[in-house]
């Protein structure tokens, strides 16, 4: 079976994945504070909307998108350009954002909300990639571990939905332990960033990607004013 495969377009990554990212699937991108995971998602779609011919939606569940324009922009990536031209959607997809529309008399809870506002703006500019930065502002609502998971799995199931779409989902994770939502999408990207001797080291790990010959291997990445290079022939030793 031929698996149709979507370039992300950084580089050094897609080597290590195969070629490219399953298309249709959805990949979670987990690490720590600064670890690169809003950097990641967005150079990604820029890269869809701007060289591969793919429009794109990022929800942003955490920074405004005022925010997220400027965290772009200090890479050289103009959203507001792709943004005019109808090739990039930037949803406002904050709690904040949703209490004020349901003291407005909209009903619903937070997930369907969501969902309506990724489904519409991705049918609107009909987007083949879409991130949604993160999924703990989803998740962290509940306390049962049941509701969360069927959270999550909802989710997924309705982003694999979209035609022809890929989905990228941003995903906090301090530790380096497993977690269940990387047991819920079809690929886990894991960007660490770590102490060590003299510093902190960046490296790149493809935990898993399913119908996927990919790297087991730590590589490690630089992040600059163009974005993330990873370097796919060296290998990072943290143990
Ligand atoms: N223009 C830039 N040039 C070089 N490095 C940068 C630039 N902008 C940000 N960085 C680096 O990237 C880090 C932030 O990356 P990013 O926002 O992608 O992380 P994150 O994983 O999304 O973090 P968080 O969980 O806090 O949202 C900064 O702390 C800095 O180290
Ligand atoms: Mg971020």
């Given amino acids: 079976m031929v698996v149709e495969r979507i370039k992300s377009g ?14 249709g699937s959805v990949i979670l991108f987990s690490g720590g504070p600064g670890s690169g995971k809003t950097t990641l998602g967005l150079q990604i779609l820029v890269n869809g909307a701007e060289r591969f011919n793919e429009n794109c939606v990022y929800a942003t569940l955490t920074e405004t998108p005022e925010d997220i324009r400027k965290d772009a922009a200090s890479f050289g990536w ?3 350009k792709l943004e005019k031209d109808g090739k990039f959607r930037l949803v406002d997809a904050r709690p904040t954002r949703f209490l004020e529309e349901k003291q407005r008399g909209e009903g619903g809870t937070f997930s369907t909300w969501l969902w309506n506002s990724i489904q519409k703006n991705t049918k609107d500019i009909n987007a ?17 571990e049941y509701q969360e998971r069927q959270a999550v799995t909802g989710l997924v199931e309705a982003l694999q939905g979209l035609p022809g779409c890929t989905s ?6 301090i530790t380096m332990e497993r977690t269940r939502e990387e047991f819920l999408t079809q690929g886990v990207v894991i960007l660490h960033y770590v102490p060590i001797k003299n510093g902190m080291m960046r490296a790149i790990q493809i935990l898993k990607m399913r119908r996927t010959e990919h790297s087991e291997n730590f590589h490690p990445f630089e ?3 163009k974005g993330i290079k990873v370097n796919a022939e060296e290998t990072a030793v943290f143990f």
């Fill in 78 to 80: 103009n959203l507001e």
């Fill in 10 to 23: 950084v580089t050094g990554l897609d080597q290590l994945i195969g070629g490219g990212f399953p298309r």
């Fill in 128 to 144: 083949k990639r879409v991130a949604l930065d993160s999924i703990n502002v989803l998740t962290s609502q509940f306390t049962d």
């Fill in 168 to 173: 990228f989902l941003v995903f906090e994770q």
């Fill in 223 to 225: 992040m600059d004013s």
